[in-house]
T-cell receptor, first 109, second 115 residues
Framework: SQQGEEDPQALSIQEGENATMNCSYK?????LQWYRQNSGRGLVHLIL?????REKHSGRLRVTLDTSKKSSSLLITASRAADTASYFCATEGAQKLVFGQGTRLTINP | GAVVSQHPSWVICKSGTSVKIECRSL??????MFWYRQFPKQSLMLMATSNEGSKATYEQGVEKDKFLINHASLTLSTLTVTSAHPEDSSFYICSAPLSGAYEQYFGPGTRLTVT
């Protein structure tokens, strides 16, 4: 079963702008992960944030986690055309990943 | 980085036949692998957990006799879709975690089309 919802379902922005995606989940978590999927391909791990962390950075990525609201956000700064992909959050428990519905991000040149 | 491969990348088969999909961890050993299916423009749904040397564990609603999983070695898990039907057409993806790590490494996926 799906853990939660992602918002928005689709996002289209201009190259250079920032993109923010949100994820909500339902159960308590050990960690929350974000993955990217290019069309018709497998998933690539982007970043992991542990339940005791509130914010984490990796390059142009910034992830926040609010366990009281059971929500997370992924910010991609200075977007590039190559960032066009679907982005999924996933909660991990006993090594199993439960994915959100995903956000389809389109970066327009 | 850890690499997971899948074979074939796409397959077309006739209704009623069986299809085997391989998932290999190329540069690490994986005692556990996971199989997902993904319908167009939808998220990934976990089907089963493949355990090396023991039986796979299936998620609720997944028919174990239809989706046979074998994890014969520390680098290979196979998913066999038996008596395939058009509704089995989907994108099948496997993943494996590195030992002691939480993040997973995904194969490139296999697109199955049943005619």
């Amino acid at each position: 079963s799906q853990q939660g919802e992602e918002d928005p379902q689709a996002l289209s922005i201009q190259e250079g702008e920032n993109a923010t995606m949100n994820c909500s989940y339902k159960t308590s978590i050990n960690n929350l992960q974000w993955y990217r999927q290019n069309s018709g391909r497998g998933l690539v791990h982007l970043i992991l944030i542990r339940s005791n962390e509130r914010e984490k950075h990796s390059g142009r990525l910034r992830v926040t986690l609010d366990t009281s609201k059971k929500s997370s956000s992924l910010l991609i700064t200075a977007s590039r055309a190559a960032d066009t992909a679907s982005y999924f959050c996933a909660t991990e428990g006993a090594q199993k990943l439960v994915f959100g519905q995903g956000t389809r991000l389109t970066i327009n040149p | 980085g850890a690499v997971v491969s899948q074979h074939p990348s796409w397959v077309i088969c006739k209704s009623g036949t069986s299809v085997k999909i391989e998932c290999r961890s190329l540069d690490f050993q994986a005692t556990t692998m996971f199989w997902y299916r993904q319908f167009p423009k939808q998220s990934l749904m976990l089907m089963a957990t493949s355990n090396e040397g023991s039986k796979a564990t299936y998620e609720q609603g997944v028919e174990k006799d239809k989706f046979l999983i074998n994890h014969a070695s520390l680098t290979l898990s196979t998913l066999t879709v038996t008596s395939a039907h058009p509704e089995d057409s989907s994108f099948y993806i496997c993943s494996a975690p590195l030992s002691g790590a939480y993040e997973q490494y995904f194969g490139p996926g296999t697109r199955l089309t049943v005619t």
